[in-house]
Nanobody, 119 residues
Framework: QVQLVESGGGLVQAGDSLRLSCAAS????????MAWFRQAPGKERDFVSS????????RYADSVKGRFTISRDNAKNTVYLQMNSLKSEDTAVYYC????????????WGQGTQVTVSS
């Protein structure tokens, strides 16, 4: 079992930066692929970014490429999402998720953190 707790959300202005953190607990958490998803009001939850346990592979949604950077610190069991040049369309609840390497779905989710970007 893996528990995930996000933090770092808030209200910022367009063009600002914000860093989200996701603390994972569970003895195998450091071996999991970690990801960020987001859900805007009235919309489906969308993939934002993911990172493998070794940090050897990262993926990004086209909408955030060049602006967001995902990273992880396995010693701290924490994954980060650095968000730069924020836009109003980045406003959403951001969720951290985790999956074992052999699975394609994400069985573990955090409670979410709100990011609001004012224009």
């Amino acid at each position: 079992q893996v528990q995930l707790v996000e933090s770092g959300g808030g209200l910022v202005q367009a063009g600002d930066s914000l860093r989200l953190s996701c603390a994972a607990s569970g003895r195998t958490a450091s071996t999991y692929t970690m990801a960020w998803f987001r859900q805007a009001p009235g919309k489906e939850r969308d993939f934002v970014s993911s990172i493998t346990w070794s940090s050897s592979s990262t993926r990004y949604a086209d909408s955030v490429k060049g602006r967001f950077t995902i990273s992880r610190d396995n010693a701290k069991n924490t994954v980060y999402l650095q968000m730069n040049s924020l836009k109003s369309e980045d406003t959403a609840v951001y969720y951290c998720a985790a999956r074992p390497a052999m699975r394609s779905d994400y069985p573990y989710w955090g409670q979410g953190t709100q990011v609001t970007v004012s224009s």
